[in-house]
């Protein structure tokens, strides 16, 4: 039987229990578990020992409940906790640790379903971290279901984690021989990347990459196919990955977002990609690795 593709971020293996998070009472009990662990972050960056995620001990705080983790015992649970409010001299030796580190600098050295818990609670960390007040009347928020639900303490208004949907795609000359790609501004000179952008309200997914690539590229294209998704909570989104076949190969870029646009083939990409990859430069937590070397194999 043939592997089933997982892209990085998406192996999460926990079981969420969204039926039993709103019991307080089941949730302290899975903290106490034996196997219990409690993830610790900084702004947004991970508390490591020896480069290894600590599971720290601050049983004085709030934790955001992820999951059942089978792996460690039935009533073992996986939880995170945020020590922003602390300076990063304090965070560290308060949850045993020797360092914050970004989750993608780790991502090397995580197997799947690691790398997905540890993107999972950033996610989280992060929107309560911008939650706490309300958007509508701007009193305090109030934590519920073990993290899941935040409700304003002033107008009772319910707030849900927040995901922000994006597209991602590559795009392919009318023949399939040529792939295009970006230079962003601020990009070293041979940073080319596929072109992606935030859906907009009232917008389909194809619909979003059609505008994104006809306002940066000036590209029109006739067909546009779904490829995978990537959750990618960095801080808050979802990658939706396609592949769509241009009209022509002329191009016009905004010269804002995008400076530079160029076709490459199959053998220049690879060039570019093996380059990058020499440097440490490369994406290979990113859907968009999955989407070229989709098409490379194509050949």
């Known amino acids: 039987m043939a592997r089933v593709l997982t892209l990085p971020y998406n192996g999460l293996l926990l079981d969420r229990a969204g039926a039993r998070r709103p019991d307080a009472a089941w949730v302290e009990t899975v903290r106490a578990a034996p196997g ?9 960056g991970c508390l490591v020992a020896g480069g290894v995620p600590v599971s720290a001990v601050v049983d004085d705080r709030d934790a955001v409940f992820l999951g059942l983790d089978g792996s460690a015992g039935s009533d073992a649970g996986v939880f995170a906790v945020d020590l922003s409010d602390l300076d990063e001299a304090a965070a560290v030796p308060r949850a045993g640790a020797d360092a914050v580190v970004d989750v993608r600098r780790l991502f090397p050295t995580l197997g799947e379903a690691e790398a997905a818990v540890l993107a999972y609670a950033r996610g989280m960390l992060h929107w309560h971290r911008n939650q706490r007040y309300c958007g509508a009347c701007g009193a305090r928020t ?13 107008c009772g208004k319910l707030l849900f984690p927040r995901i922000e949907p994006a597209v ?24 080319y990347s596929t072109l992606a ?24 294209v006739s ?7 990537q959750a990618w ?14 009209v022509s190969e002329e191009v016009a870029v905004d010269q804002d977002e995008l400076l ?3 076709w490459f083939t199959r053998e220049e990409l690879a060039e570019l990609i093996d380059r990058h ?6 994406r290979r937590d990113s859907i968009e690795t999955h989407l070229v070397q989709t098409w490379l194999a194509e050949r």
Do not use: K
């Not at 952008?197 to 006809?214: K, N, W």
């Not at 909570?233 to 241009?246: E, T």
């Not at 990859?277 to 490369?282: I, L, N, S, Y």
């Open 197 to 220: 952008g935030f859906v907009e309200i009232g917008e389909s997914l194809e619909g979003a990459v059609r505008r994104e690539l006809a306002e940066e590229a000036g590209v029109a």
């Open 277 to 282: 990859r020499a440097a440490g430069t490369d």
């Open 233 to 246: 909570p960095f801080p808050s989104g979802l990658m939706v990955g396609f592949r769509a076949v241009a």
């Open 36 to 44: 219990s662990r409690v993830l610790a972050f900084w702004r947004d």
């Open 223 to 229: 067909s546009v196919s779904y490829q995978a998704s």
């Open 168 to 191: 991602i795609m590559l795009v392919v000359s009318p023949d399939g021989h040529r792939a295009l790609l970006g230079r962003h501004r601020g990009a070293a000179a041979d940073a």
């Open 260 to 262: 530079e646009a160029r």
């Open 142 to 154: 109030s934590v519920r279901h073990a993290g899941h639900q935040l409700v304003c303490t002033g």
